[in-house]
């Protein structure tokens, strides 16, 4: 045994001698593929690369932002560089940049605060070109450990092949949290976390075999609750989410730019209660002559805000509204005391009369002093709605604007960092079809500085993939509950029978065929 040992360990420093030989002859063929820069030509504008990541704040525990050089040429240099430490230096026949990790890691921990420089070189027909450098900021502050998304084809009405799943942002390693084929072709959506937590969290599900119901994972264990939630905000105490109850009419237009509408004929708010697993309506956040939608928390607990609008038309009316684009979402508050469970009465933080737009997605910072949120022409569906864009409130004040880094498509879902400087929100500024996600800095002052794409090991990655992107929750680790775990909690017939209406769980094969598609 102890032989086996001792040839075992030998096995082991020869392969790490073989290894450490090959690594410094890879540096050297490496280095002597740098070529000579001293002559060339100044090109006085910036590089072209994409995805486009000039100008912007990155956090210093972000994965690589490869990128590829969108100029013409036969061979290519590019160095990165900052205040301190060794440069990064690749050379290639490829416009395809690809950053060595652990260099990376390195150059941006020790360079919080500072610039990052990014010199491109491009060599065509013999003369290289050197354009101007790229500059790009490094914060002080990271970004939480990991990203949750739901991944689904941009539908109309049928949908196969949801996801749910997690990304670790220093990396490119991807998992899944839940798979809706695990479901029978099921759809999983309206996913929350408390306090940016992965150890507490709610996942909706739709299933025509297994109901329509709502996982609750807390500290590892998981059980399926028989209603759905939809919009869910979980208090900062973890003791009880406050949820919308929408009654959804998806639509089409016969012409435009995005032809897919949704409305809710019918919404209010309920809540959910961990501790002696109850359901409830929100008494102030519950009138039937209006429709209230997208809760969310203050940090301290003391004040549910939430959207509502006047119902137009008839709660049962069968009909597409004709008056459905006259909707407009007031942005509302009510304060709750926890020790008591009271609701207070609603008071008005932003009246859709005032902004003349329909206010939708509000979610304040975790320090308490920005509350970021969307505005459109009208409705409740800001992703099929171009005219929506991002807007922030300085809660002290109580004066809101409109972002800078807004684009001429549909910005949406949006989400905080547990440190308030960092947002992840969904756009579709690629060309208006397919969701994506990024991430943008926000300072001291509300400022939101220049977004950048989710960053992939492959920077033609987003060339073709096909499928969107929404629904980002930044959270500060891993969910600790496995998927296996998940979907055969998802799968089993016991379920907690409450449903926030009715007080009866609803039948396996209830729900609409087409809301579960929403991204």
Request: some cysteine; aromatic content about 10%; overall charge neutral.
């Amino acid at each position: 045994m102890n032989r086996f040992k001792i040839a075992r360990g030998h096995r082991i420093l020869l392969v790490a001698a073989v290894t450490a030989s090959i690594v410094t002859v890879s540096c050297v063929k490496w280095l002597r593929r740098v070529p000579n820069l001293r002559d060339a030509l100044v090109v006085a504008a910036l590089p072209r690369i994409r995805p486009d990541y000039a100008g912007v704040t990155v956090p210093a525990n972000i994965a690589p932002l490869n990128f590829l050089i969108d100029e013409e040429g036969d061979r290519f240099f590019t160095e990165l560089s900052s205040s301190v430490g060794d440069s990064i230096k690749i050379a290639s026949n490829s416009p395809d940049v690809v950053i060595p990790q652990e260099p990376w890691r390195r150059l941006l921990a020790t360079n919080r605060g500072e610039k990052l420089r990014i010199n491109v070189f491009v060599e065509k027909s013999g003369q290289w070109h050197k354009y101007a450098a790229i500059t790009n900021r490094i914060a002080e502050e990271d970004i939480d450990a990991y990203l949750a998304y739901r991944l689904i084809e941009p539908v109309h009405q049928m949908w196969r092949d949801v996801t749910i799943q997690q990304r670790e942002l220093a990396t490119y390693q991807e998992s899944n949290v839940l798979d809706g084929m695990s479901l029978e072709k099921g759809c999983i959506n309206c996913h929350s976390f408390a306090n940016n937590d992965p150890n507490r969290m709610s996942i909706g599900m739709r299933s025509r075999k297994y109901g329509v119901a709502t996982l609750v994972a807390d500290r590892g264990a998981a059980k399926k609750v028989g209603t759905k939630f939809g919009y869910t905000a979980w208090h900062p105490s973890g003791r009880l989410a406050v949820y919308s109850m929408n009654k959804s009419w998806q639509f089409f237009h016969t012409a435009g730019a995005e032809v897919r509408d949704v409305i809710d004929m019918d919404s209010a708010l309920a809540y959910y209660v961990v501790e002696n697993e109850s359901v409830a309506k929100v008494p102030a956040a519950s009138d039937k002559l209006r429709l209230e939608t997208y809760p969310t928390w203050s940090p301290d607990g003391r004040w549910l805000y939430f959207c509502s609008a006047p119902m137009l038309w008839p709660a049962k009316d069968a009909e597409l509204p004709t008056r459905y684009k006259e909707v407009r979402y007031d942005l509302m508050r009510v304060s709750y005391d926890l020790t008591t469970g009271q609701w207070g009465d609603p008071e008005t933080v932003l009246s859709a009369e005032e902004t003349g737009m329909s206010i939708l997605l509000p979610r304040i910072s975790p320090d308490g002093r920005f509350l970021l949120f969307c505005m459109c022409r009208y409705g409740c569906f800001p992703i099929y709605q171009p005219s929506s864009d991002l807007y922030m409130m300085d809660l002290s004040a109580g004066e809101y604007r409109r972002l800078e880094i807004n684009s001429e498509f549909s910005e949406s879902w949006h989400s905080w960092s547990s440190n308030s400087r960092w947002i992840a929100f969904s756009s579709k500024r690629q060309g208006g079809l397919f969701t994506r996600c990024f991430l943008s800095f926000v300072d001291e002052n509300g400022v939101a500085h220049k977004p950048f794409m989710l960053p992939q090991k492959d920077a033609r990655f987003y060339d073709s993939f096909l499928k969107t992107v929404s629904v980002p929750e930044l959270i500060n680790g891993p969910v600790p509950i496995s998927a296996k775990t998940l979907s055969r909690v998802a799968r089993s017939d016991q379920a907690i029978t409450v449903d926030g209406i009715t007080g009866a769980s609803k039948p396996a094969g209830a729900s609409e065929p087409w809301q579960p598609t929403r991204e």
